[in-house]
């Protein structure tokens, strides 16, 4: 890989996330401008088309979180632009980002992921929530997880230990989206895995085990305070450990996915990995997991200096459209039940 002189760092937006996502560019910055590269960070403005044309990167990191940032939409741009750009194409990007479609693409390859079933805020404004969760509720077994279908940072989600406590884990989840997710939960360990995929293939980092005082990892735990404890690598048995790293990286090779990603799981008391969750985006903030993997195996700022290289010489072709797996099944069709 050849030095890459001029990076582009595109943060913020107007996401729910837009601080995480100027801690995680601003970080970046300052590790890649320690290591001589030229380095602006943009906002997800107006202004950004100009900076781009005035600045002419060699290569653009997106580290918006959430919303345009991960659902492919910015990548659908930066495409367009026909400039390299760090992570995920913009297909491969909206597959993974939207929780159920990752989890159907992921269950169909026999993944174990937790059962789910995703519901549109626009069929309880038709049919009433009463009816629609007096419907629902008889199937369900407490507790489970309530989360938003996109976005990131534990934003919307929350545990529901009965119907009650569902109506109101549902009102916050649609805070933040239109569509919700209902998850089976499983009790174990919250295990995450980062994912860097350059010139020699994708390699897992070490996991990281997170553990909260209440169990509960949001967005609080993540930012705002120190009741998150982060182990590295994670409290698992050699055999568990290696095997949520085969996992991870089997998930990252299904979903498409390049250059880097996280993918998350609860590994239960049988040593299982439960596939979760899938980041395209990760965070780079001081408290964020992939740094804190990367530093575990060697050095963050070297990650992100071999990223943006090798990133700048992996160009793909522009293309309109990408091969549709017709063996994949579509979220209208049955899912694993909850």
């Given at each position: 890989m050849t030095n890459t002189s001029r990076v582009l760092i595109i943060a913020g937006g107007?996401?729910?996330?837009?601080?995480?996502?100027?801690?995680?560019?601003?970080?970046?910055?300052?590790?890649?401008?320690?290591?001589g590269r030229e380095v602006v960070v943009c906002e997800l403005n107006p202004a950004l088309l100009d900076q781009i044309a005035r600045f002419r990167p060699d290569v653009i990191w997106p580290l918006v979180h959430g919303s345009v940032g991960e659902d492919g939409s910015l990548q659908?741009?930066?495409?367009?632009?026909?400039?390299?750009?760090?992570?995920?194409?913009?297909?491969?990007?909206?597959?993974?980002?939207?929780?159920?479609?990752?989890?159907?693409?992921?269950?169909?390859?026999?993944?174990?992921?937790?059962?789910?079933?995703?519901?549109?805020?626009?069929?309880?404004?038709?049919?009433?929530?009463?009816?629609?969760?007096?419907?629902?509720?008889?199937?369900?077994?407490?507790?489970?997880?309530?989360?938003?279908?996109?976005?990131?940072?534990?934003?919307?989600i929350s545990r529901a230990l009965d119907a009650e406590e569902l109506r109101s884990a549902m009102v916050d989840a649609f805070a933040y989206g239109e569509r919700v997710m209902i998850e089976q939960f499983v009790p174990g360990h919250e295990v995450t895995i980062s994912i860097i995929d350059l010139e020699d293939g994708p390699i897992a980092l070490p996991p990281?085990?997170?553990?909260?005082?209440?169990?509960?990892?949001?967005?609080?735990?993540?930012?705002?305070?120190?009741?998150?404890?982060?182990?590295?690598?994670?409290?698992?048995?050699?055999?568990?450990?290696a095997d949520v790293s085969l996992v991870a990286l089997e998930a990252h090779r299904i979903l498409g996915l390049r250059h880097l990603s996280r993918i998350d799981f609860i590994v239960d008391a049988?040593?299982?990995?439960?596939?979760?969750?899938?980041?395209?985006?990760?965070?780079?903030?001081?408290?964020?997991?992939?740094?804190?993997?990367?530093?575990a195996s060697g050095s963050f700022a070297r990650t992100c200096t071999d990223i943006v290289d090798f990133a700048a010489a992996d160009r793909e072709p522009v293309a309109l459209s990408a091969p549709v797996d017709t063996d994949a099944k579509s979220e209208s069709e049955d899912w694993p039940e909850l």
């Open positions: 107007l996401t729910h996330e837009r601080d995480v996502s100027m801690r995680s560019g601003r970080r970046v910055a300052n590790v890649l401008q320690q290591a659908a741009l930066l495409e367009g632009l026909d400039v390299p750009f760090v992570g995920s194409n913009s297909v491969q990007s909206m597959l993974a980002s939207n929780k159920p479609t990752a989890k159907g693409l992921l269950a169909a390859a026999g993944i174990d992921t937790p059962g789910w079933v995703t519901l549109p805020q626009s069929l309880f404004r038709q049919l009433g929530t009463t009816q629609v969760l007096a419907a629902l509720e008889p199937t369900l077994s407490f507790p489970v997880v309530v989360k938003p279908t996109d976005g990131g940072s534990a934003l919307g990281v085990e997170i553990v909260t005082d209440d169990g509960d990892y949001n967005y609080d735990a993540r930012y705002t305070t120190d009741t998150a404890q982060y182990f590295v690598p994670a409290r698992l048995s050699g055999n568990e450990a049988q040593g299982t990995p439960w596939f979760i969750d899938a980041n395209v985006a990760p965070g780079m903030t001081d408290t964020s997991l992939l740094p804190l993997a990367a530093d």
